[in-house]
């Protein structure tokens, strides 16, 4: 059974508002474009932009650790590298993240948005080639919509898919087929691309997008539910090749997939 391109979102700031596209193009090897460019700092992370390297997500201002991110409504110009911002209470940002002032600037705006809730000075962070993804080799993120909808029929509510921050959301798949398919080839438009692993989810899903409040309990959910903390998979490009919503998005044949998600989890 296929399943089809149902959205594509880019964050282009780590932990900040997820972007739709009309159309992407995916490059062999290559994360999704414009996603993770940037992320901000609350304190001194390590990260080395000379020497740039995987740092965890605890060391940015993201919704697992500052729920208050989601006040923050940002929209980025890739061509100009320029950052929009938004928030109540505050007056709106235009700030170029291509120069240190504009990050200076995005970074003194946030200060005044979380407040107290800033753990440590915050610095905007950046390094060309470099992406700040949740994991060292997710590359490309896609969750399927019908497990979103299977979830919800446990908790009794509705979820916004967006507080899984994927690249790629997903229609026509049964509902949590994606976790096993880890090591398996598919199509996803145009391209090709093999499934690494599934995703193991934090308490950045628990946190409404609008709000900022932690109003639900996504992972102790998925453990109490179903025995597990997934919701997605990631997946490595290994043919280029554009998407778009509306094209399709091949489910791999049982035996394309040799890996279980319990050994790819722990990759």
Known sequence: MAGHIAALYRHPVKGFTPEPLARAQLQAGAPF???R????????????????????KQKFAVLAALPQVARATTRYDEDSQTLSASAPGLPDLTASLGEEAGRQAFASWL?????????????????????FMDHPRGDVSIVNLASVRDLEQKLGREIDP???RANIYVEG??????????GAPM???WAQAQVFKPIVRCA???????TGARDMEITKALFEHY??????????VTREGALSPGDACSQPEAEDAPRSAAKEAKA
């Open 173 to 182: 798949w049964p509902a949590w087929a994606e976790n096993q398919w880890a």
């Open 187 to 189: 199509m996803i438009g």
């Open 33 to 35: 474009p414009c996603d």
């Open 204 to 210: 950045a899903p628990d946190v409404d997008l609008v």
């Open 227 to 236: 025995g597990h903390m997934f919701c997605g998979v990631y997946v490595h």
């Open 37 to 56: 460019l940037y992320a901000v700092e609350t304190g001194p992370s390590g990260f080395d932009p000379a020497a740039p390297a995987f740092v965890p």
């Open 162 to 164: 967006l507080r899984f």
């Open 111 to 131: 200060s005044r948005l979380l407040g107290e809730e800033a753990r440590g000075p915050l610095r905007v962070v950046q390094a060309p080639g470099h992406r």
